[in-house]
């Protein structure tokens, strides 16, 4: 009896559909279309965006510049998620629009963490002591 085969990531066809879902949002908020005081004074990125298998769900990390006001930047576009879903479902040909979820894009915090661990000065010894143990590769007379 053969196994399932286990999914090992997005298969190619979701990830070229995010793609797409993530211009189409980054157009729509660059263009200022969706008017609401909160976006309005916000440059919000959209670094990714990630689909069900179905492709019925959007799931779109999302950061306001600078990190600032995360919560009610998100607030504003949930209010709008409607809106933003109809514009996506315009500008990206697809048999059903995908329903929109908003979540922080964590990413930047977890590059961050990793270079505060990097800078920890255990990881310095560690590393200096790793060129310490490095044999020579000159001429040396």
Request: aromatic letters at 2%; hydrophobic letters at 35%.
């Amino acid at each position: 009896m053969a196994q399932k085969p286990t999914s090992t990531g997005p298969s190619q066809r979701q990830q070229r559909v995010a793609e797409l879902v993530r211009h189409a949002l980054a157009e729509v908020l660059q263009r200022g279309d969706i008017q609401d005081p909160v976006l309005g004074t916000h440059v919000v990125t959209v670094p990714e965006v990630r689909m069900s298998p179905d492709l019925k769900l959007a799931t779109a990390y999302v950061m306001p510049l600078g990190g600032l006001d995360e919560a009610p930047v998100i607030a504003a576009l949930e209010r709008h998620r409607k809106v933003l879903r109809q514009e996506v479902a315009r500008r990206v040909n697809l048999k059903f629009a995908p329903e929109l979820r908003f979540r922080r894009d964590e990413t930047f915090d977890e590059a961050a963490r990793i270079d505060k661990l990097l800078r920890d000065e255990r990881v310095q010894r560690d590393l200096d002591s790793g060129r310490d143990d490095e044999p020579e590769t000159g001429t040396g007379h």
